[in-house]
């Protein structure tokens, strides 16, 4: 018995059936697909935000605990102290220094604790304008406002409108070596006894003291038990200008100045200079601007009266505490947030200073933090 075939009309019904259940399924797959692309891309940007909330966090915290660490140690010379406020009151402190003077001011001054440089236009009510990447650094050294503007050791170094922080002290964790014989100026004497040299070497920056007087000097020779102040660096003939006595107290000096300039992927990020070394070092990228406040205590007892600029500070050896704010970014090329659909920024404030960053999709985060000077508290 021959099947029955279908007539035209049948057929074009099955076909019809055929192509809708095809759309259906079609349509299902679409749902699903755009369903799941949602999914991973939701999870992306929240695994994105995660690394870049990360990244700023741990950046910032790094970037305040090598600032943090230098300025509470501040002024500290051996036993002595540059900015010990009673006995400065008493008339007995005195921070000698018999170094010749650097190529520029900032530059072997050992008889200032601190120091500090105020950019144009960023004091507290002031308006800064963060540069997009790539970032570059400021050329005009007048856009700083101290007396002479920008020191020449940073010029092109530093980016516009950031502060600039200078900390000078003993070596942090050096081990002090201490005499075993009188030191007798205006003696000619150039060789001073010790227990051991220690780490000191030849060419180093150094200071005595015996807590009430200090004198920096350069390391002429370390050795043999033997610390010598006939260095090319030294004035009077290497002559200390101080007598000192048995079991005084030697340890290296060092200057570190912080500030933010251009890092090696054209973002900005958070400097420091050596003195000892006489090398930049890049610390912590993407700090985007630092603002600095000093806290001075003119007379005892000693408490801050104010948070002034660096340009207003009338002695650096008066700076008790100091304030310190940083902006910093999420890791550029790493997007964090949406871009918003008005060409608007989020100002930031940094210690009464406005701060604007560029108009991206980085998530940035101000971190601020009071830094009491140890060796000036009561």
């Known amino acids: 018995m021959r099947p029955m075939q279908r007539g035209p009309l049948q057929r074009a019904a099955q076909a019809g059936l055929t192509m809708i259940e095809l759309l259906i399924a079609v349509s299902l797959s679409i749902i699903v697909i755009g369903a799941s692309l949602a999914l991973f891309t939701a999870n992306r940007n929240t695994a994105s935000s995660s690394v870049a909330v990360s990244a700023v966090s741990d950046n910032g915290r790094i970037a305040l605990g090598f600032i943090s660490e230098a300025v509470r140690s501040g002024g500290y010379m051996a036993c002595n102290a540059t900015n010990d406020l009673r006995q400065i009151a008493a008339g007995t402190t005195r921070q000698l220094s018999i170094l010749v003077p650097g190529p520029t001011p900032v530059q072997r001054n050992y008889t200032a604790a601190f120091g500090g440089y105020e950019a144009a236009g960023s004091a507290p009510a002031g308006v800064v304008n963060v540069a997009a990447t790539p970032v570059v650094a400021d050329p005009n050294a007048n856009d700083w406002t101290n007396a002479g503007g920008l020191d020449a050791l940073l010029a092109g170094r530093v980016t ?77 003939a290497g002559d200390l200008n101080w007598n000192y006595d048995l079991t005084n107290t030697i340890t290296p000096v060092d200057m570190q100045i912080y500030f933010v300039g251009p890092g090696r992927d054209t973002d900005s990020s958070l400097w420091q200079f050596d003195e000892t070394t006489g090398l930049f070092q890049e610390l912590v990228p993407d700090v985007e601007n630092m603002q600095v406040l000093y806290g001075v205590a003119p007379v005892t007892p000693n408490q801050v009266t104010q948070y002034v600029t660096a340009n207003l500070v009338a002695d650096f050896n008066q700076v008790v505490a100091v304030k310190v704010a940083l902006l910093v970014a999420s890791p550029p090329g790493q997007p964090a947030v949406t871009l918003p659909t008005v060409a608007t920024v989020q100002p930031f404030s940094l210690l009464d200073t406005t701060i604007n960053p560029p108009l991206d999709t980085r998530l940035r985060k101000v971190l601020n933090t009071t830094i009491a000077v140890r060796n000036a508290a009561l």
Do not use: E, H
């Not at 000619?188 to 060419?203: R, S």
């Not at 015996?210 to 002429?220: E, K, L, N």
């Open 160 to 236: 516009k409108g950031t502060d600039v922080l200078v900390v000078r002290q003993s070596t942090p964790q050096a081990i002090p070596i201490y005499t075993t014989g009188p030191y007798a100026t205006g003696t000619g004497q150039v060789n001073i006894p010790v227990n051991n040299v220690g780490t000191l070497v030849a060419g180093q920056y150094a200071v005595i003291s015996d807590c009430i007087v200090s004198t920096a000097f350069q390391v002429g020779a370390a050795a043999g038990g033997i610390v010598s102040t006939a260095a090319p660096l030294n004035l009077f």
